[in-house]
């Protein structure tokens, strides 16, 4: 991790922790990449080590085209709507500074962090060989969630691969699922950003 990209990241804590008392979408956004950025480095030293690759809060919310203001006389959240133009250029190089674009479908796994409502944390890992979706969620009850983020998802992978390569078939969409993982819980109403983040630090090592 650079010194500048440390130096706002202690920031970031700090202000976080005074102001919130939780851990805000910019703490786990610098953490994973942070995780990224040690991932490159790692590489570089044991070309064995399989690709993997960390997005951003960001990339689910434009999918979903998220963000919209909430009702304020019922207090609802917009109902997400999928949108794969707001992230068609996410893998490209440009995309988070990386020197080339990203072919995701070689990699061997996506770590997404995953929100809902505005208010919980959650993380979907992507194994892209396998064909699979692994869901890990510090409180229980948002299996919902974690299944309408499959079907978007699994959306997503066919579109981009007609964008980039032309045809989908290899996808096989029909043959994902998800898999609600057992992991540690938190105990209290605030930290499921931490355990995110942690999950993601635990589960890039198969720890």
């Not at 005074?18 to 610098?30: A, E, H, K, S, W």
């Not at 304020?72 to 674009?101: G, H, L, M």
Request: aromatic share 12%.
């Amino acid at each position: 991790m650079n010194i500048c990209l440390k130096h706002e990241f202690e920031q970031t804590i700090y202000l976080s922790t005074i102001l919130y008392g939780f851990c805000t979408t910019q703490i786990i956004n610098f953490y994973f990449t942070m995780l990224d950025e040690r991932e490159q480095h790692l590489r570089l030293h044991n070309i064995r080590r399989r690709q993997v690759v960390f997005v951003d809060t960001l990339f689910l919310a434009r999918l979903l085209n998220e963000g919209g203001s909430v009702d304020a006389s019922t207090k609802d959240v917009p109902t997400p709507q999928y949108c794969y133009d707001k992230v068609s250029t996410w893998f490209i190089n440009e995309r988070e500074k990386r020197k080339k674009s990203i072919d995701i479908f070689s990699v061997d796994r996506i770590f997404i962090p995953v929100n809902t409502n505005n208010n919980h944390w959650a993380l979907i890992v992507l194994h892209m060989h396998r064909k699979e979706m692994r869901y890990y969620d510090s409180m229980t009850g948002s299996h919902g969630r974690g299944h309408h983020v499959k079907d978007m998802l699994k959306r997503w992978m066919v579109d981009e691969a007609e964008a980039k390569k032309g045809t989908s078939d290899f996808v096989e969409a029909d043959k994902w699922d998800i898999k609600f993982e057992t992991c540690p819980k938190q105990t209290n109403g605030r930290d499921c950003g931490v355990f995110t983040i942690m999950y993601a630090d635990f589960l890039v090592d198969h720890l």
